[in-house]
């Protein structure tokens, strides 16, 4: 079964913070993704990366920032956090086009 | 861009009935449909992936069909269960480098 772990399941920082998430996916995955979801608006797509050191922006990029250094670990780096940041970010991993595995979450809270 | 829509939002329903969750999107160009469960503070578990080349996807009490060119699934649920219980999301997939979200619909089973 693939694995696609978070580093934490909750997290508090404080505003201006640099925060890191971590993911590791066991399964060889060329994709990775970020995700945050927020109430009525879903998830929403913040980084993806296809390969090692490669990167692409998504639908809500500003503010974060991402690192693949590895295959199987991707890490989206918030460089100064801020109270709007607040919310569930989800780590995802795939195999090309295929059946998307994610994490448990990590719940972030910036005070 | 690529939307996703999902209805009901919220649907409650007495154990035992069959049920149909729909999802909706405006470009019919796509690689792949998923419909996924999630639990509360919990990430997100793949139930079924329709390649767009097929017409439905089964696995256990669970149904998924999709008809590109009208830009629709369903999800249809047999026999439910009080563990049915969770919200369900649907993610299209155009390229293979992300998937589009619904915002889910939220399923209650009444023992």
């Known amino acids: 079964d693939v694995k696609v772990t978070q580093s934490s399941r909750y997290l508090v920082k404080r505003t201006g913070e640099k925060v890191f998430l971590e993911c590791v996916q066991d399964m060889d995955h060329e994709n990775m993704f970020w995700y945050r979801q927020d109430p009525g608006l879903g998830l929403r797509l913040i980084y993806f990366s296809y390969d090692v050191k490669m990167k692409e922006k998504g639908d809500i990029p500003e503010g974060y920032s991402v690192s693949r250094e590895k295959k199987e670990r991707f890490s989206l780096i918030l460089e100064s956090a801020s109270t709007n940041q607040t919310s569930m970010y989800l780590c995802?991993?795939?195999?090309?086009?295929?059946?998307?595995?994610f994490g448990p979450g990590t719940r972030l809270t910036v005070t | 861009k690529q939307e996703v829509t999902q209805i009901p939002a919220a649907l409650s329903v007495p154990e035992g009935e069959n049920l149909v969750l729909n999802c909706s999107f405006t470009d019919s160009a796509i690689y792949n449909l998923q419909w996924f469960r999630q639990d509360p503070g919990k990430g997100l578990t793949s139930l079924l992936l329709i390649q767009s080349s097929q017409r439905e996807q089964t696995s256990g009490r669970l149904n998924a069909s999709l008809d590109k060119s009208s830009g629709r699934s369903t999800l249809y649920i047999a026999a439910s269960q009080p563990g049915d219980s969770a919200t369900y999301l649907c993610a299209v997939s155009q390229t293979g480098n992300q998937f589009y979200f619904g915002t889910g619909t939220s399923l209650t089973v009444i023992p």
């Open positions: 995802a991993s795939s195999f090309g086009p295929s059946r998307g595995y």
